[in-house]
Nanobody, 128 residues
């Protein structure tokens, strides 16, 4: 089993920045695609970003609404993945979840039912 713990959420004004962290325990993340998802109030959970395996090139992908503002990175030696969020907007308000799966398509496709592991989330609130 892999346990994922997110941290770094909080209240930020529009235009501000936050860095979310996801720390894994129980297994190494090096063989897992790591993803970030979010769920806004009253909405379904959606894919935000994915970080592919470091040893296959470390490709990344983002949902259109965060491209150019968010950056995902991973440090396999620290068993951690990060989401740097800049130029935050009120519509970024959500609970942000970290997820891990061996398959790229599962993470990017947001196939929640078969995702290997999920964190419990951290709340990000963008408000003035």
């Amino acid at each position: 089993q892999m346990q994922l713990i997110e941290s770094g959420g909080g209240l930020v004004q529009p235009g501000g920045s936050l860095r979310l962290s996801c720390t894994a325990s129980g297994r190494s993340i090096k063989n897992y695609v790591m993803g970030w998802f979010r769920q806004a109030p009253g909405k379904e959970r959606e894919f935000v970003s994915a970080a592919g395996l470091s040893w296959t090139g470390g490709n990344t992908q983002y949902t259109d609404s965060v491209k150019g503002r968010f950056t995902v990175s991973r440090e396999d030696d620290r068993n951690a993945v990060y989401l740097q969020m800049n130029s935050l907007k009120p519509e970024d308000t959500a609970v942000y979840y970290c997820a891990a799966d061996r398959a790229w398509d599962t993470v990017v496709g947001g196939l929640e039912e078969i995702m290997d592991f999920w964190g419990k989330g951290t709340l990000v609130t963008i408000s003035s």
